[in-house]
C-alpha cells in the first residue's frame, strides 16, 4: 500500500542520530504490517536498515538475534546440535500466517513490537527465556525479560521512540528439551492456542509457556513434573477467564479447553 501521508524517510547511520522523538514518527523494518493499512497520523519513515545491525551472533553464552533480522534469516540458520531446543526456532517459524514474501521481509523485532496473542516471535523468545535489549531516547539501554515485554493485545512496555535493538538466548535455554503444541482453525492460518514446555537438566524442573489463548505470554514454573491436577491448578490461578483472548479465532471457552488439553500431553511428553 502506498503511505500518501510520508513526507520525509530518515537513513540514519545510528540510533542515536535520532536524539528527539514527535508524534509523526514511525522505524522502518520491514514493513510488512506497516505499509498494510493507512498510517494517517505518521508523515515520517526512520529505515533501521542502514543502521546496519548482524542478524544473528552465536556463542558459548548463547545467541543474540538483531531485531532486524528476518524470519527468513532465521529459519535458515543452523544452531548447534549440542542445543536440545534449536529446533524450536524452525518450529515458531512456520507458526506465521505468512508467505514466502513475508518471511524474506518481516523482522523478529517487528513481530515482537506488534504485541499480538499470535506473534510466534513471542512465543519463541518468552519459551527460551529472551532478554530484550531496548534503546530509549533519552537514556542509556536497558534491559528486561521477554516475558515481560509484552503487557497485553498490542501493547507493550516501549516507550516513545525507544526501539527494540536485539534479543538474547540464553545457551542454558537453548540447552533445554521441549514440547511444542499448536492449534488453528485453517491450515497455515493464524495460531489460536500455542504452548511451549521446557524441562532443565539434570534436575527435571519444567516450565510452560501459553500464548495466542491469551492477551499476553503466560509462564508457569515448577521444581520437577506437577501432577495433572496441579497443572490444571497452576493455569487457572494462573490465568482468570478475562485473559483469555475472545476473537474469530476462537473463543475463551475454546482456547481455555486446548490450553488444558496440550498442557496435559506436553507434562506428560517431558515427563516421559
Given at each position: 500500500?502506498?503511505?500518501?501521508?510520508?513526507?520525509?524517510?530518515?537513513?540514519?547511520?545510528?540510533?542515536?542520530?535520532?536524539?528527539?522523538?514527535?508524534?509523526?514518527?514511525?522505524?522502518?523494518?520491514?514493513?510488512?504490517?506497516?505499509?498494510?493499512?493507512?498510517?494517517?497520523?505518521?508523515?515520517?519513515?526512520?529505515?533501521?536498515?542502514?543502521?546496519?545491525?548482524?542478524?544473528?551472533?552465536?556463542?558459548?553464552?548463547?545467541?543474540?538475534?538483531?531485531?532486524?533480522?528476518?524470519?527468513?534469516?532465521?529459519?535458515?540458520?543452523?544452531?548447534?546440535?549440542?542445543?536440545?531446543?534449536?529446533?524450536?526456532?524452525?518450529?515458531?517459524?512456520?507458526?506465521?500466517?505468512?508467505?514466502?514474501?513475508?518471511?524474506?521481509?518481516?523482522?523478529?523485532?517487528?513481530?515482537?513490537?506488534?504485541?499480538l496473542p499470535a506473534g510466534p516471535m513471542i512465543?519463541?523468545?518468552?519459551?527460551?527465556?529472551?532478554i530484550y535489549t531496548l534503546l530509549p531516547r533519552?537514556?542509556?539501554?536497558?534491559?528486561?525479560?521477554?516475558?515481560?515485554?509484552?503487557?497485553?493485545?498490542?501493547?507493550?512496555?516501549?516507550?516513545?521512540?525507544?526501539?527494540?535493538?536485539?534479543?538474547?538466548?540464553?545457551?542454558?535455554?537453548?540447552?533445554?528439551?521441549?514440547?511444542?503444541?499448536?492449534?488453528?482453525?485453517?491450515?497455515?492460518?493464524?495460531?489460536?492456542?500455542?504452548?511451549?514446555?521446557?524441562?532443565?537438566?539434570?534436575?527435571?524442573?519444567?516450565?510452560?509457556?501459553?500464548?495466542?489463548?491469551?492477551?499476553?505470554?503466560?509462564?508457569?514454573?515448577?521444581?520437577?513434573?506437577?501432577?495433572?491436577?496441579?497443572?490444571?491448578?497452576?493455569?487457572?490461578?494462573?490465568?482468570?477467564?478475562?485473559?483469555?483472548?475472545?476473537?474469530?479465532?476462537?473463543?475463551?471457552?475454546?482456547?481455555?479447553?486446548?490450553?488444558?488439553?496440550?498442557?496435559?500431553?506436553?507434562?506428560?511428553?517431558?515427563?516421559?
Open positions: 500500500m502506498n503511505l500518501n501521508t510520508i513526507t520525509e524517510i530518515k537513513q540514519p547511520r545510528s540510533a542515536g542520530e535520532i536524539r528527539h522523538w514527535r508524534d509523526g514518527y514511525a522505524w522502518l523494518a520491514g514493513g510488512t504490517w506497516l505499509f498494510s493499512e493507512p498510517q494517517i497520523h505518521t508523515d515520517t519513515l526512520i529505515d533501521l536498515e542502514t543502521l546496519g545491525w548482524q542478524a544473528i551472533a552465536a556463542g558459548q553464552d548463547g545467541i543474540e538475534l538483531a531485531a532486524t533480522c528476518k524470519i527468513a534469516e532465521l529459519y535458515a540458520f543452523q544452531p548447534s546440535t549440542e542445543w536440545s531446543a534449536g529446533s524450536l526456532i524452525g518450529e515458531c517459524c512456520r507458526a506465521f500466517l505468512s508467505s514466502f514474501k513475508i518471511w524474506n521481509e518481516a523482522t523478529i523485532g517487528g513481530n515482537i513490537v506488534m504485541s512465543s519463541l523468545t518468552v519459551a527460551l527465556e529472551g533519552d537514556g542509556p539501554p536497558r534491559e528486561v525479560r521477554a516475558a515481560d515485554f509484552v503487557t497485553g493485545n498490542h501493547t507493550n512496555i516501549l516507550q516513545p521512540g525507544e526501539l527494540l535493538r536485539s534479543i538474547h538466548l540464553p545457551a542454558a535455554a537453548l540447552a533445554k528439551s521441549f514440547a511444542f503444541r499448536r492449534s488453528e482453525l485453517t491450515h497455515l492460518g493464524r495460531s489460536s492456542v500455542l504452548l511451549i514446555g521446557t524441562r532443565r537438566k539434570p534436575d527435571g524442573g519444567l516450565a510452560l509457556m501459553i500464548t495466542a489463548a491469551t492477551v499476553k505470554p503466560v509462564q508457569l514454573a515448577f521444581d520437577g513434573t506437577p501432577s495433572s491436577e496441579q497443572l490444571r491448578n497452576a493455569i487457572d490461578t494462573a490465568i482468570p477467564d478475562s485473559l483469555y483472548l475472545a476473537d474469530v479465532h476462537g473463543s475463551p471457552a475454546h482456547r481455555r479447553h486446548l490450553t488444558y488439553y496440550y498442557a496435559e500431553q506436553i507434562r506428560q511428553e517431558l515427563e516421559a
